[in-house]
């Protein structure tokens, strides 16, 4: 039998989403080989290479310095953070490298138009890791709406739910709080999957204008309790009753969301318990209170749009719930379509005038992948980026970086929108 030579990648940005779509070569050796890593992080390069099996030879210390060297492997999987995306893909891009390259591909509308411009110059394949496109939740959605189920599209009304522990984590204390530094806001860190997932809903109709209200309800110094101390272990009387309490958060769920929470002490092999607290107590900036911390992104948000042929969509992005959901309910002129990507089901109700109600209702399971990244989303997506690298096909999934378009620019106007109080803005897809 034929065997087929794998696809030789090199890591760029060794966090947590790098190594999850690189894992994809573990079982699949014929496919994907990772032979290097570029980040100046010395433990994450020694556990890459420990973890891959290549030499010290092939850590490089950053993306521009592997892109100093000659071309080495087909492509590049970049899992840097949001604002880096660009500074590091342009000069790999440059080099020819295909590139696997996280979302959000760009932090502004300016960047995103530079990007485009590179790969249109060096036409390189590059694939944007919109994950969800490929759970099989929003995939059998899509495959509804081709079949023509629900015949034109006319409304689609998305929300998603951001749980307590997932917005204070992230969004409050973490890497996504504040845009001056993460230079990301909420939308675009968080919700720009949903908006990408009701463009491709979308098709071919462009959205037309775009307007967007929010706010931060929530997490503000005003809204302390009364008393509350700087950090939680360390000065704070409602340490033990407090919702957002580290204390509870954290060392009660040592292991919910620890990708983040201990990434300062990553280079102890298996901290304890009392590590993980000193932590909290003294320097984790997962140990601050949540009403004090330097957070600017909003908690709530939530965008119109109007399309080019008539169709609206909204988008209701709310943190601070009990459990995260991601809800769709889709209205066509022949029906419509509803359901939750965490329930991994939908309903398809079709208008039948002959049927006893007036319609009829079809059950769609989708739960069928087991639990594997973003329902499945994580391993396709590999999966489909080799394709594309190999044969230059396009899935029905696929997100290359032409088809991330219309979702980021949607993004990147909405927040123009929200800071000028919910002025629509055009979209303009003269340019590409
Ligand atoms: N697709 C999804 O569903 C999904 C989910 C979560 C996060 N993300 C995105 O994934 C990305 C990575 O997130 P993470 O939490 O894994 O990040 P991380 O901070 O853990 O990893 C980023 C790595 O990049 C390295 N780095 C910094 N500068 C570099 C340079 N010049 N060259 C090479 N490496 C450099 C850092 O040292 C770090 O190890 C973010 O953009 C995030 O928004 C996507």
């Not at 010290?56 to 995306?85: W, Y």
């Not at 503000?220 to 000065?235: F, H, I, S, V």
């Not at 749009?305 to 709310?318: C, D, L």
Request: charged fraction near 25%; charge should be negative; aromatic fraction near 10%.
């Amino acid at each position: 039998m034929e065997t087929k030579k794998p696809v030789t990648a090199i890591i760029v940005g060794g966090g947590h989403r790098s190594i999850a779509y690189a894992d994809y070569s573990f079982d699949h050796p014929d496919d994907l080989k990772i032979i290097g890593i570029a980040d100046p992080n010395k433990v994450r390069c020694k556990m890459a290479a420990e973890r891959y099996g290549f030499s010290e030879e092939f850590c490089f210390e950053s993306a521009e310095e592997l892109a100093k060297q000659p071309r080495l492997c087909d492509v590049i999987i970049n899992g840097t953070m949001d604002h880096q995306h660009y500074e590091t893909a342009v000069p790999l891009l440059e080099k020819g490298y295909d590139m696997l390259l996280e979302k959000p591909f760009a932090v502004s509308l300016e960047e995103m138009n530079d990007l485009i411009a590179v790969v249109k110059k060096n036409g390189n394949k590059v694939m944007v890791c919109h994950v969800l496109r490929y759970s099989t939740f929003y995939k059998s959605i899509k495959e509804r709406l081709i079949a023509g189920d629900l015949g034109d599209i006319i409304n689609i009304q998305m929300s998603e739910h951001v749980s307590y522990h997932h917005l204070s984590t992230s969004y409050v204390r973490g890497k996504w709080a504040n845009s001056d530094i993460c230079k990301t806001s909420m939308l675009l860190a968080k919700s720009c999957h949903d908006v990408d997932i009701m463009m491709w809903l979308m098709n071919d109709t462009k959205p037309k204008t775009v307007s967007s209200h929010g706010s931060i309800y929530q997490f503000k110094p005003e809204n302390a309790p009364e008393g509350a101390g700087t950090r939680c272990l360390l000065d704070c009387p409602h340490v033990d009753t407090c919702r957002y309490s580290a204390k509870a958060m954290y060392l009660g769920h040592p292991d919910r969301w620890e990708c983040y929470v201990w990434a300062g002490l990553e280079d102890i092999d298996d901290p304890s318990l009392a590590l993980k607290e000193k932590s909290l107590r003294e320097d984790n900036p997962y140990g601050r209170c949540i009403y004090k911390c330097d957070n600017n992104v909003v908690d709530h948000q939530s965008v119109l749009i109007n399309f080019e042929n008539g169709a609206t969509g909204t988008h209701n992005m709310i943190g601070g719930t009990a459990k995260s959901i991601r809800k769709i309910h889709i209205i066509g002129t022949k029906g419509e379509l509803y359901g939750n990507f965490e329930d991994n089901n939908f309903v398809v109700e079709k208008i039948v005038t002959e049927a006893k109600d007036g319609f009829v209702r079809e059950f769609y399971d989708t739960n069928t992948m087991g639990s594997e990244g973003h329902g499945g989303g994580d391993p396709a997506l590999t999966e489909d980026f080799i394709n594309f690298v190999r044969t230059g096909e396009q899935s029905i999934s696929c997100t290359s970086i032409h088809n991330s378009v219309p979702g980021h620019l949607a993004v990147f106007l909405a927040d123009k929108s929200m800071a000028e109080g919910g002025k629509p803005y055009n979209c303009d897809f003269s340019q590409y």
